[in-house]
T-cell receptor, first 115, second 115 residues
Framework: NAGVTQTPKFQVLKTGQSMTLQCAQD?????MYWYRQDPGMGLRLIYY???????DKGEVPNGYNVSRLNKREFSLRLESAAPSQTSVYFC??????????????FGDGTRLSIL | LAKTTQPISMDSYEGQEVNITCSHN???????ITWYQQFPSQGPRFIIQ???TKVTNEVASLFIPADRKSSTLSLPRVSLSDTAVYYC????????????????FGGGTRVLVKP
């Protein structure tokens, strides 16, 4: 039972390079999320997808794009990486039923450094 | 979404009960209160969720007074492995969909359990 799987676990990029972070969940969840967490801080939502085929901006979307490829997969792309995007990126999913704030299930993160 | 305020850090000793209070003065009628735990180098993990009064599971208890303007996460008889950051989150999934989501975890409370 893998839950939420993120790849890669670590990556170092040079400024201006592009990269796609991959996320897949095997829980048949409708909603998926991308967060970033900077050292000593809480998580901030970048983008989310309430269902297959839909995506919406979160708190800090600038510099990122996302694709909800199918119900299982939600990718995050950095088109032109900047040092300010050095962070740990977490993907999450939730079942999302009605009004209840469904618990989110998180992956173990991708640690991204941009030089 | 309701803003939350929780202590930055707390120290405790093995075997003691740890209580973390979260303030959410602007909580809305449809909001649920959810707590997550995060260990270093891991994604957050759902602990407990509640709407009012008291909720208990195998890990923790959640106390919510009648006015719902605060909540207290109670960890009974902590061990060294309970050292983590604990996040209080208030909101509901419908607001996430409608408002373009400003869902944030905040800075959390760093709990250090000492031997």
């Amino acid at each position: 039972n893998a839950g939420v799987t993120q790849t890669p676990k670590f990556q170092v990029l040079k400024t201006g390079q592009s990269m796609t972070l991959q996320c897949a969940q095997d829980m048949n969840h409708n909603s998926m999320y991308w967060y970033r967490q900077d050292p000593g801080m809480g998580l901030r939502l970048i983008y989310y997808s309430a269902s297959e085929g839909t995506t919406d901006k979160g708190e800090v979307p600038n510099g990122y794009n996302v694709s909800r490829l199918n119900k299982r997969e939600f990718s995050l792309r950095l088109e032109s990486a900047a040092p300010s995007q050095t962070s740990v990126y977490f993907c999450a999913s939730s079942e999302d039923r009605g009004v209840i704030n469904q618990p989110q299930h998180f992956g173990d993160g991708t640690r991204l450094s941009i030089l | 979404l309701a803003k939350t305020t929780q202590p930055i850090s707390m120290d405790s000793y093995e075997g003691q009960e740890v209580n973390i209070t979260c303030s959410h003065n602007n909580i809305a009628t449809n909001d649920y209160i959810t707590w997550y735990q995060q260990f270093p180098s891991q994604g957050p993990r759902f602990i407990i969720q509640g709407y009012k009064t008291k909720v208990t599971n195998e890990v923790a208890s959640l106390f919510i007074p009648a006015d719902r303007k605060s909540s207290t996460l109670s960890l009974p008889r902590v061990s060294l492995s309970d050292t983590a950051v604990y996040y209080c989150l208030v909101g509901d999934s419908l607001m996430i969909k409608a408002a373009g989501n400003k869902l944030t975890f905040g800075g959390g409370t760093r709990v250090l359990v000492k031997p």
